[in-house]
Every structure is written in C-alpha cells, then in structure tokens.
C-alpha cells in the first residue's frame, strides 16, 4: 500500500497539469474584447492520409488569401511536431505525408526554398528521430532540407512580451533565414498545457543547447507564459494543423490515437488554435495561454473568427482528457 504521506509522481504531475491548463487564467490576465483583432480559419475534412493532401491545402491557403504573390520567391520554413521516434504511433508526430503535401504546395507557388526546422525536446540523436519517425525518408526522397535547432547558431534577441522572468530569448539563427515561419504540429491533448497545438508547438524552435532537453529552463519559468513569449517574439506566419489522427487523454506522448479527420489552416494562430480546440471539445477560454492571447496576439472568440470550409459543428468530436476533477474545467 502506498504510504499516504507521499505524493506519486504522476499523482503530482497530473495535479499540476490540471493547475497549469486551467488555474494559471487567473495569473494571465486576458481581455475578451479583442478591440479589432479578427481571425480567418479554414477546416478541411481529410479522413485519412492517402487523399490527395497537397489539394486540401492548396484549397484552404487560397480561401484564407494565402496563396502564390505570398510566397513566390520566399524561404518557408516547415516547423513540425517531432517528438519522439516512433512510425507505430501515428497520433505522436506531425505525419511526413503531410509535410510533404505542404512543401509540394509551397514549391509550386514558386518558394524559393522549403526547409524543415525543429528542435525535438526528448530524444537527443536526431538522425535517429528523423530515420524512425518517417520524416528522414521523406525529406530525402524530396530533396528537403531539415535543420536541427537545438543545435543551431544562437541569436539573442529582446522579450517583448515578458510574461516569464527572461529578459532575453536565445532563438535559432535559422529562423531569421526564413521570411514565412509555418507551424505543423499535431492536435493534441497536454498534461500540462491542457492542449498542444500550433503555439505550444513553437517550443520546439527553442535550441536544446541553451534551454536543455526536454527544454527544462522553460517549463521551469511557465509553460503557459514561455508559450506566450515565444509568439510574441517569434511571430509565425502561419499554422497548418495535423488533426487527421490526433491524441486525446495523457498527451503529448502517452496519449491515445484519436480519428479526428481534420486539417485546420490560418494566419493566426491564437484563432488556430482556438478553432482546433472547440473541435475537440475543449473550451479555449479555459486554456491559460490562450485565453491570454485574447487581445494581445490574436483573436480566440467565436464571433471574431470567420470560419471557413467545414464547420466546427459537422466534425467536433469531443477527446478524452485526463481523469482528474481539475481537467473537467476544460469542458466548461
């Protein structure tokens, strides 16, 4: 029997998840008027990853005024959800077949260059991640570049926004070669973020070398508030969602496989991320840091995003979070 003086540390991490997903929207003060800042949002129906991917994107950047004068001549930089290496289970990683889609979209719009940028927060060996997760293959039987990171020049560079401690922010020089920066990740539930999707993803250009594995420094300033100062500091361009296998329950890792059938594709990404949340269920008004994105980067209520494609209402579905009372708050 477990001494009950003691608290396991799973009972701790799911008590302090359920805190940081929810309880930290009293700390990150937030303001749901949103003055003018609006958002466009397309959802695209991709039941699974053999249809014809590059014609759902190309159709959902055209819808959202994206389209070849953006990026003809540019260098795009395709910033995936790599997290662990592993082709058994698809609802962890952003799916190659998807990335390919979107570099094949941009090329054809006259890119300059397509590359692939992230900075994995557990694995250490890259060349491992990237031959076991698919994405390798895929890169080099395209001819596509993918740059590491963690491991990349350093840049400092000033916290606009300061909802951490850090005063400063060690960014990748890679990012400063871009002129768009795309955010792919995964529609995924977050023990501690309570979602991960196309903001939390921006962790991922956070080089390993300054902040450690899985990027410590940050998850000990806030998880919420590093999530919020890399947005400001970074400012992508554009998020492309991979919601066709998604994770619900202990996500990022553990969770399980969810068949959500969904691409979900915008310029903002609080409006993103929003949109993808109600579509799991989930309310984003209860999700800290993007509550507190509201009126500072973007727009997350209802009424001020202009939805287009499918609707939210045709394919929600709601994903199973984890079983603690705190997590309930989520549904509210």
Same mark, same amino acid.
């Not at 389209?67 to 260098?75: R, Y």
């Not at 060690?170 to 995964?186: E, G, N, T, W, Y």
């Not at 296998?245 to 890792?253: A, R």
């Given at each position: 029997?477990? @001494?009950?003086?003691?608290?396991?540390?799973?009972?701790?991490?799911?008590?302090?998840?359920?805190?940081?997903?929810?309880?930290?929207?009293?700390?990150?003060?937030?303001?749901?008027?949103?003055?003018?800042?609006?958002?466009?949002?397309?959802?695209?129906?991709?039941?699974?990853?053999?249809?014809?991917?590059?014609?759902?994107?190309?159709?959902?950047?055209?819808?959202?005024?994206?389209?070849?004068?953006?990026?003809?001549?540019?260098?795009?930089?395709?910033?995936?959800?790599?997290?662990?290496?592993?082709?058994?289970?698809?609802?962890?990683?952003?799916?190659?077949?998807?990335?390919?889609?979107?570099?094949?979209?941009?090329?054809?719009?006259?890119?300059?260059?397509?590359?692939?940028?992230?900075?994995?927060?557990?694995?250490?060996?890259?060349?491992?991640?990237?031959?076991?997760?698919?994405?390798?293959?895929?890169?080099?039987?395209?001819?596509?570049?993918?740059?590491?990171?963690?491991?990349?020049?350093?840049?400092?560079?000033?916290?606009?926004?300061?909802?951490?401690?850090?005063?400063?922010?060690?960014?990748?020089?890679?990012?400063?070669?871009?002129?768009?920066?795309?955010?792919?990740?995964?529609?995924?539930?977050?023990?501690?973020?309570?979602?991960?999707?196309?903001?939390? @993803?921006?962790?991922?250009?956070?080089?390993?070398?300054?902040?450690?594995?899985?990027?410590?420094?940050?998850?000990?300033?806030?998880?919420?508030?590093?999530?919020?100062?890399? @947005?400001?500091?970074?400012?992508?361009?554009?998020?492309?969602?991979?919601?066709?296998?998604?994770?619900?329950?202990?996500?990022?890792?553990?969770?399980?496989?969810?068949?959500?059938?969904?691409?979900?594709?915008?310029?903002?990404?609080?409006?993103?991320?929003?949109?993808?949340?109600?579509?799991?269920?989930?309310?984003?008004?209860?999700?800290?840091?993007?509550?507190?994105?509201?009126?500072?980067?973007?727009?997350?209520?209802?009424?001020?995003?202009?939805?287009?494609?499918?609707?939210?209402?045709?394919?929600?579905?709601?994903?199973?979070?984890?079983?603690?009372?705190?997590?309930?708050?989520?549904?509210?």
């Amino acid at each position: 029997m477990d @001494n009950p003086g003691i608290l396991k540390r799973r009972t701790f991490l799911t008590g302090t998840g359920a805190a940081l997903a929810g309880g930290m929207a009293a700390k990150l003060v937030y303001d749901q008027n949103e003055h003018s800042l609006r958002g466009d949002v397309f959802i695209a129906s991709a039941p699974t990853y053999t249809v014809d991917l590059e014609s759902k994107i190309r159709e959902g950047l055209l819808e959202l005024g994206f389209g070849p004068k953006q990026v003809s001549g540019k260098s795009i930089l395709l910033k995936p959800n790599l997290v662990e290496p592993s082709r058994q289970a698809p609802q962890i990683n952003t799916n190659p077949a998807l990335i390919r889609a979107a570099a094949e979209v941009f090329k054809s719009w006259s890119a300059r260059e397509v590359f692939v940028a992230e900075g994995q927060g557990h694995c250490r060996d890259t060349d491992f991640v990237l031959e076991q997760s698919g994405l390798g293959p895929v890169l080099d039987q395209e001819g596509i570049e993918f740059v590491d990171l963690n491991h990349d020049e350093l840049v400092m560079t000033s916290n606009p926004l300061r909802f951490t401690s850090l005063t400063r922010l060690a960014l990748p020089a890679s990012l400063r070669r871009a002129d768009l920066i795309v955010s792919m990740p995964k529609l995924k539930t977050h023990h501690w973020a309570g979602v991960t999707l196309s903001m939390k @993803n921006l962790f991922g250009v956070m080089p390993g070398i300054f902040y450690g594995w899985p990027k410590n420094v940050l998850h000990h300033v806030g998880i919420p508030e590093s999530i919020l100062d890399i @947005n400001a500091t970074v400012r992508p361009h554009l998020a492309i969602v991979d919601g066709i296998v998604g994770m619900e329950g202990d996500g990022p890792i553990m969770g399980s496989p969810r068949q959500s059938g969904v691409i979900v594709m915008g310029t903002n990404l609080p409006s993103v991320d929003a949109t993808a949340a109600r579509l799991m269920g989930i309310n984003p008004w209860r999700v800290s840091y993007l509550a507190a994105a509201s009126g500072r980067l973007g727009a997350i209520a209802e009424g001020h995003i202009t939805q287009r494609g499918e609707t939210i209402k045709s394919l929600a579905q709601p994903f199973q979070l984890l079983d603690h009372p705190s997590f309930a708050i989520l549904r509210t």
